[in-house]
C-alpha cells in the first residue's frame, strides 16, 4: 500500500537493493587499480540513504563526506538557482571523487556542483546517481554508474522528498499531490 500522497511504487525496495549492489560492483571494479584516494561525496540531503547502502557495497577503502545544494525548495521544480549551504570538509585535490547524487533530473543543478568540484582538482571525477531522469534533461551530464532510467514524473521515498517528507519511505513511488 502505497503511502499517503504516492500514487504508486515505481522502484521497490527488492529492485533497489538489486540497483545498489550492481551499482556498488561497477564502482568497485572501476576503481581497483587506483592508488588514489577515494572520496565519497554525497548531495544533502536526498542522497543519504542511497549513499550508505552503496558505499557499504564498495569493496575499497574510502572516506566519504557530505555537501548540501539547494535549489529545489519546497517546490516540485528546480528554481535553477543554485545555493551552496553546507561545503565539503575534505579536500578532494589529488584524490579520486565519486559523487553521488538520488536523482539527476535537468542537469542544471548537477552541472553546476560538478563544474565547481572540478574547479578544485581531484585526480578524477566520476558521477554516480540512483535515478535518471533523461527526458528533463537541458544540459548534458556525464553519468558514469546509473542506477536506472525512470520516467519524467515527480518521485519521493529512500531518502528523495517533497517538502521533506517522504525521506524515510523504503521505495520509490510517484508523488500525486498534496494531501490534507
Excluded at 556498488?24 to 592508488?35: A, C, L, M, P, V
Amino acid at each position: 500500500m502505497p503511502e499517503q500522497g504516492l500514487t504508486r511504487t515505481l522502484l521497490s525496495k527488492e529492485e533497489i537493493a538489486s540497483i545498489v549492489a550492481r551499482l556498488g560492483r561497477e564502482i568497485t571494479e572501476h576503481y581497483k587499480d587506483s592508488d588514489n584516494e577515494l572520496i565519497v561525496v554525497g548531495l544533502l540531503r536526498g542522497s543519504f540513504v542511497f549513499m550508505a547502502d552503496l558505499v557499504r557495497q564498495i569493496k575499497r577503502p574510502m572516506i566519504t563526506d557530505f555537501m548540501t545544494i539547494s535549489s529545489y525548495g519546497d517546490s516540485t521544480t528546480s528554481s535553477g538557482d543554485v545555493k551552496v549551504v553546507m561545503d565539503l570538509d575534505e579536500s578532494i585535490t589529488g584524490r579520486d571523487v565519486l559523487l553521488v547524487e538520488d536523482i539527476i533530473d535537468t542537469g542544471n543543478t548537477f552541472s553546476k556542483v560538478v563544474r565547481m568540484l572540478k574547479g578544485r582538482k581531484p585526480a578524477s571525477l566520476r558521477i554516480c546517481t540512483l535515478l535518471n531522469k533523461p527526458s528533463r534533461r537541458q544540459v548534458k551530464v556525464k553519468i558514469d554508474f546509473c542506477g536506472i532510467d525512470i520516467p519524467d514524473e515527480f518521485v519521493c521515498g529512500y531518502g528523495l522528498d517533497y517538502a521533506q517528507k517522504y525521506r524515510n519511505v523504503p521505495y520509490v513511488g510517484i508523488y500525486g499531490g498534496p494531501v490534507d
